[in-house]
């Protein structure tokens, strides 16, 4: 019987309502009596020198309050990198200014050069039409190996080189897994391209600056999953406000994904702006503007080695990677494909060797940070791509292949080569499952029926890890995070027993305001209607550091469940009191504080009351009132791990791909609200095939991007995208949390694109066409291409 | 977008007078021409909205003929054009529910986006553009990528299909967009066979006319597996090569004449 | 400026307008009814959609001076006087339908229009006419059974226990 409150229940989301009556609150929707507008002009071309910015006629224009270059923002500091990779040499990467509007040079399409702001949206656009800029074109650098080329120019010229950082991994085992590599038994080798992609949350991003000049206080509202960080950020490392003076207010977000994790330069623009000419600034993006302003995704370039013996055991693994940065570090990008990648190669398996390389590149291209899994995905891809390509050239089942090669469920905890210990996990269970699921035994019969009707039919199998729940700090800190990532929360408990949950976490999808209620209620017992949360404001919540990473309720719910036992402590003591009881002796359960072994009992309500009326109240002991906050830093990551088996149908004739059916069993350790888990799943894993198949950010020779629109960034609508099957049955608690969870943000995302790309040369190679890689995404195009290729 | 002024006669006649303006454009529904004034692509002085005019609306068919007024929209077309289904199929399948319910013919053929639907449908149908001024035949109208034979200030007032013994269209999506990747359409009529294909070519719309006379003489999908389409002029873009569509074009006309 | 009238979810409103005023920005910026959502520049998400005249129209792809005298139904008309969801809404709510809810209002729109013509809709034809409505968190596989749902069709269990 399915729970119908508490943890565990599938409690319909209370924030739907607003969501569905029109009544939400983004950002877009707050309009500020006596608001302005800004218009960013932004470069057209990839690569130049700013020779002149004549903005005179665009001053001139009525309704016109300033225009604003890089000269006004002299006195501020650059947009901060909140992440230092030290290099295989010792040396820390090169960090170029990024300046919040151009100085002297553009270095992608798109880069902000001068900003109006006007009274109007349309007039802001009209003036900064009418601003004359000359810029003497420079040769742009798109293609990474072309940029780390002797002789290339240069994006950011005070740098050495475009080379950020080469980053070895773990580089002490280079050269054990050379001399392992070079004495295989077998080795596979696979090239691949994890394509670039835009996040394209459904609402684009939208800042507005307010300030008071009678109080000195400034106001950010933003798109932001981390209200706190950017307010750090900004605060301190760009416009120099302190946080005492500097509010960010992070409403209803129109989904995030990543890419609103950043500090981005129109947030300082706005809240620098509102201030220079009083008044509110607004900017709201249109979604052409997000695809070159918003931060990219993935993008790396690379080549991997599989070593095998003759018994088919994995025994090493070599992994050289480019990573495409863009043309400015963007907050977290230097994470990316390092400490969230390269810790991830081991996957699911007792690889014992493990080398990566990892060049990070400056191109002419918009910033490259954080997408949907970040790193954990390109690792993924990768390995389960080699772990594929191994078993056909081998000749054995890819399920028993992965199978032999997995950590059994009585290794863990298990230290990887990578310097990451697993607490529990078992695979053999997913993959058990997701056969189950599949109906894999009589796969070879759906194979037949599709080639009755002409077409390919192929099975993928896919198997994942991931490090998630980020991050305990000490440990980041040590790999160049320069922030904490712990979570905050405080459990306000109100006079009648409601009570009010300020979280540093962020939803902006999530469900939060749903699925922290429901373990409140289940630890106190009391409805969950009785229980609210309020987020996404650096005035109302205690320092947090916001939802990414799937860490919301792995480390935001682990903090408020801190905070919610000390309140429960202290009620206890409370209750003890009222009832002239031992407090060892006072139990919860059901609302109700009871004395063990009597039927005395005091509700929930009328504790709360007395710690708020404190008439008959022990305050020699306690302080009145209920309140408690925690600060929860996870000692580890969390390891949420999956088989996802696809199942696609190729049409050799055109190339196209359908996925018939896509199964998912997923090992998350606990579930609060398998709903909402599940429509995580869902919402991954639609990312995950939309990567593989669809979605593909593409620059061309000069720096220009190609798909700078939904008319050429393919998205993935319904009718790309079949009926999931998906499972969180197989369940092996995260041990270090309070809650046992393990995060289901990401985990879609990370296992679909291996699963879509497996099945589809699965199908080729049944069909005749031994194809043995496509880069993604596997676009009908692309696919009758590599059909032809081997014709 | 630029600013422009708005007008929305009840007539043909005021839409002919209101379009004499120096820089005046038809507005007829907009659902290509209004993102374009987003990106301040394009900048009329004036937009005429054609889609109060009740004259430019409806569907019909006699003698053998569709007729179908410019401001129908898209979703009518689907719904009524049953004298003509391969016709209606196509008008169903443009855009998405409520792009159809905006957009109309006449904006479509007056664009002739050259990965538009029914450029390919006018032109294999060998239908008859009728503007406000003369007849056209589509022959004659298709003049290359976005230009036809209309004179400035010319407005269709509606399109004569003849219907044809069978026909079909086969679209193959651009992934993205939802417009024609390659799209072919075929009809046999007692006449022969005709092959318009769109989405393929920096001309815009074509006709396969080696198709035509293979087609012509035996109406069944092998008849044309001995051609192949030159690549030359065919697009290549992000989304596909020469070589790529013109393999479309290909297996595409052979799945219309099945389907036919 | 040009006065537009029309009549919002039963309310005759009118406003001051320019030519180029979309009837999105009438009803976000003149009414304040911001329900309806921008999502793209391109006419392909879908976040904008309302009813004109009882027909689903992107209201970012039309000039609100094209909807003078029209009937026009948004979002924030859908549920009863008394806050009561619609049977869309409420099996959008019962089936995790929405996660950030961005989408969701031209979801709603798109829906409500669908059912009007296709009271029972196969899976398939849902796909179909969703075409033009873009979700970035569901994977639509949710929406699809709320919408299969709303249809009073069987949609099997929400939650694998």
Redesign the interface.
Same mark, same amino acid.
């Given at each position: 019987m /399915?729970k119908d409150h508490g943890i565990g229940a599938?409690s319909? &989301?209370r924030? $739907?309502? &607003? !969501?569905?009556?029109?009544? =939400?609150n983004?950002t877009?929707?707050i309009?500020i009596a006596g608001q302005t507008y800004v218009h960013f002009l932004r470069s057209d071309v990839a690569h130049g020198i700013i020779t002149n910015i004549d903005s005179s006629a665009a001053e001139a224009m009525d309704g016109v309050l300033r225009v604003f270059t890089s000269k006004d923002f002299e006195a501020v500091g650059g947009i901060p990198c909140g992440w230092q990779v030290t290099d295989k040499f010792g040396e820390p990467m090169q960090e170029p200014k990024h300046p919040v509007l151009a100085e002297g040079k553009v270095r992608y399409v798109g880069d902000p050069i001068a900003a109006v702001v006007a009274e109007t949206p349309?007039l802001a &656009?009209?003036a900064a039409?009418a601003i004359v800029v000359d810029i003497d074109e420079l040769p742009a650098v798109v293609d990474m190996k072309a940029a780390l080329a002797d002789g290339a120019t240069k994006v950011h010229d005070d740098l050495t080189s475009n080379l950020c950082y080469d980053w070895g991994f773990v580089e002490e085992n280079k050269a054990a897994v050379d001399e392992a590599i070079a004495n295989a038994a077998h080795v596979t080798t696979l090239e691949l391209v994890n394509n670039r992609l835009v996040a394209?949350?459904?609402?684009?991003r939208v800042a507005i600056g307010d300030y008071s000049r009678g109080t000195d206080d400034h106001t950010l509202y933003t798109t932001s999953q981390n209200p706190h960080v950017i307010r750090l950020l900004m605060g301190a490392f760009v416009l120099g406000i302190p946080e005492h003076k500097l509010r960010v207010v992070a409403p209803?977000?129109? =989904?995030g994904?990543g890419t609103k994790i950043f500090h981005y330069a129109e947030e300082a623009f706005v809240t620098f702006a509102a201030k220079a000419v009083n008044r509110p600034v607004k900017w709201t993006s249109? &979604?052409?503007e997000a695809f070159i302003s918003d931060a990219h995704g993935r993008d790396h370039v690379t080549k991997i080695e599989l070593a095998l013996d003759k018994d088919n055991n994995f025994t090493a693994l070599r992994c050289e990677t480019y990573a495409n940065m863009g043309a400015y570090l963007s907050t977290f990008a230097p994470s990316v494909p390092t400490w969230l990648h390269g810790t991830l190669l081991a996957g699911n398996y007792t690889t014992p060797l493990v080398y990566t390389n990892v060049k990070a590149v400056f191109t002419n291209t918009v910033p490259v940070d954080a997408y949907r899994g970040a790193g954990r995905p390109e690792a993924t891809f990768q390995l389960e791509r080699v772990v594929d390509k191994a078993a056909r050239e081998l000749g054995v089942d890819p399920t028993e292949l992965r199978r032999q090669n997995f950590i059994k469920p009585e290794q863990f905890p298990y230290d990887t080569p990578v310097a990451v210990t697993y607490d529990t996990g078992n695979y053999h269970a997913t993959l058990d499952k997701a056969l189950e699921m599949s109906d894999y035994a009589n796969f070879d019969k759906r194979v037949a029926e599709s080639k009755s009707r002409g077409k390919l039919r192929g099975l993928g199998v896919a198997h994942f890890i991931e490090a998630c729940g980020i991050a305990p700090s000490n440990l980041v800190g040590q790999l160049g995070a320069r922030a904490g990532l712990y979570e905050s929360a405080t459990v306000r408990v109100n006079a009648t027993g409601s009570i009010s949950v300020l979280t540093g976490s962020h939803s *902006?999808?999530?469900?939060h305001e749903t699925t922290f209620p429901q373990v409140i209620a289940e630890m106190i017992g009391i409805d969950e209607s009785q229980i609210d949360i309020v987020h996404g404001d650096t005035s109302k919540t205690p320092m947090g550091m916001g939802t990414y990473g799937s860490r919301s309720i792995a480390v935001g719910g682990s903090a408020m469940v801190r905070a919610a036992e000390k309140v429960i402590n202290k009620a206890k003591k409370i209750a003890a009191h009222l009832m002239e009881a031992s407090e060892a002796d006072i139990e919860l359960a059901d609302g109700q504080f009871s004395v063990a072994g009597t039927d005395k009992s005091v509700a929930w309500g009328d504790v709360t009351l007395a710690a708020y009326v404190p008439h008959n109240y022990p305050l020699e002991d306690i302080e009145p009132g209920l309140e408690e906050t925690a600060f929860y830093d996870p000692s580890n990551f969390t390891y949420p791990s999956g088989a996802y088996f696809c199942e696609v149908e190729v049409d050799p $004739?055109?190339?196209?791909v359908e996925v018939l059916g896509f199964t998912a069993a997923d090992d998350f350790g606990n579930v609060i609200n /398998?709903?909402?888990v599940?429509?995580q799943v *869902? @919402?991954?894993?639609?990312?995950g095939i939309g990567q593989a198949l669809?979605e593909?950010c593409?620059y061309d020779d000069n720096g220009q991007l190609?798909?700078g629109? !939904?008319?050429?960034?393919?998205?993935?609508?319904?009718? $790309?995208?079949p009926? !999931?099957d998906?499972? *969180?049955?197989c369940q092996t608690p995260c041990t270090h949390n309070p809650l046992g969870v393990k995060g289901c943000g990401e985990a @879609?995302a990370i296992g679909s694109p291996p699963a879509l790309v497996n099945g589809v040369i699965d199908a080729l190679h049944r069909g005749g066409y031994p194809v043995e890689h496509i880069n993604m995404p596997l676009?009908?195009?692309r696919v009758?291409?590599a059909i032809?290729s081997v014709k | 977008m630029y600013n422009f002024e708005f007008e929305k006669p009840a007539t043909v006649e005021e839409a002919v007078a209101a379009l004499k303006a120096e820089d005046a454009q038809p507005l007829s529904g907009g659902q290509t021409l209004i993102p374009t004034m987003k990106q301040r692509l394009n900048a009329p002085s004036k937009l005429v909205s054609l889609i109060g005019i009740d004259a430019l609306k409806g569907v019909s068919a006699a003698g053998g003929v569709l007729t179908i007024g410019a401001g129908t929209t898209h979703a009518t077309v689907a719904a009524e054009a049953g004298a003509y289904p391969a016709l209606a199929a196509l008008a169903g399948g443009i855009g998405d529910p409520a792009v159809r319910n905006r957009g109309t013919i006449g904006g479509s053929l007056a664009n002739n986006d050259p990965a538009a639907c029914y450029p390919a449908a006018a032109l294999g149908s060998g239908a008859t553009v009728v503007t406000n001024a003369r007849e056209i035949a589509a022959d004659d109208y298709f003049q290359g990528m976005f230009t036809t034979a209309l004179e400035e200030g010319e407005i269709i007032t509606s399109v004569k299909f003849p219907i044809p013994e069978k026909a079909n269209y086969q679209k193959f999506e651009q992934p993205a967009s939802r417009f024609a990747l390659t799209g072919v359409f075929v009809a046999k009529t007692a006449d022969g066979v005709r092959v318009a294909v769109t989405g393929a070519s920096e001309e815009g719309v074509f006709r396969w006319t080696e198709a035509e006379e293979a087609l012509s003489a035996n109406f069944s999908p092998e008849a044309v597996d001995g051609l192949s389409v030159p690549q030359d002029g065919l697009i290549g873009d992000l989304h596909g090569t020469p070589a790529y569509r013109a393999s479309l074009i290909k297996t595409l006309t052979k799945r219309a004449v099945a389907a036919a | 400026m040009t006065e537009v009238s029309m009549v919002v979810n039963g309310r005759k409103v009118s406003g001051d307008v320019e030519g180029r005023t979309l009837l999105s920005a009438f009803l976000r910026e003149n009414l304040g009814m911001t329900g309806t959502h921008v999502g793209c520049d391109t006419s392909q998400c879908g976040a904008c959609v309302v009813h004109v005249d009882g027909a689903a129209v992107k209201s970012c792809t039309m000039f609100a001076l094209d909807a003078d005298g029209a009937e026009v139904a948004t979002i924030e008309g859908q549920a009863a006087p008394d806050g009561t969801l619609n049977v869309i809404q409420q099996a959008f709510q019962d089936y995790h339908g929405l996660q950030c809810g961005f989408c969701t209002p031209g979801m709603v729109m798109s829906a409500a229009a669908l059912l009007k013509d296709n009271p029972k809709p196969s899976e398939a034809e849902i796909r179909d006419y969703l075409e033009g409505n873009i979700c970035r968190c569901t994977g639509y596989h949710n929406i699809v059974r709320a919408i299969m749902a709303a249809s009073g069709q069987d949609v099997p269990a929400v939650a694998a226990e």
């Open positions: /399915p599938s319909k &989301r924030e $739907d309502v &607003r !969501f569905l009556t029109g009544d =939400g983004y877009d929707d309009n349309e &656009r009209d039409e394209n949350p459904m609402e684009p209803d977000v129109g =989904g994904f249109s &979604r052409s *902006h999808g999530q469900g $004739d055109t190339g196209a /398998p709903m909402i599940e429509g *869902h @919402g991954g894993v639609a990312q669809l593909n593409s190609l798909s629109s !939904f008319m050429d960034y393919a998205m993935p609508r319904a009718s $790309d995208l009926t !999931f998906v499972d *969180h049955s @879609g676009s009908p195009s009758w291409e032809q | - | -």
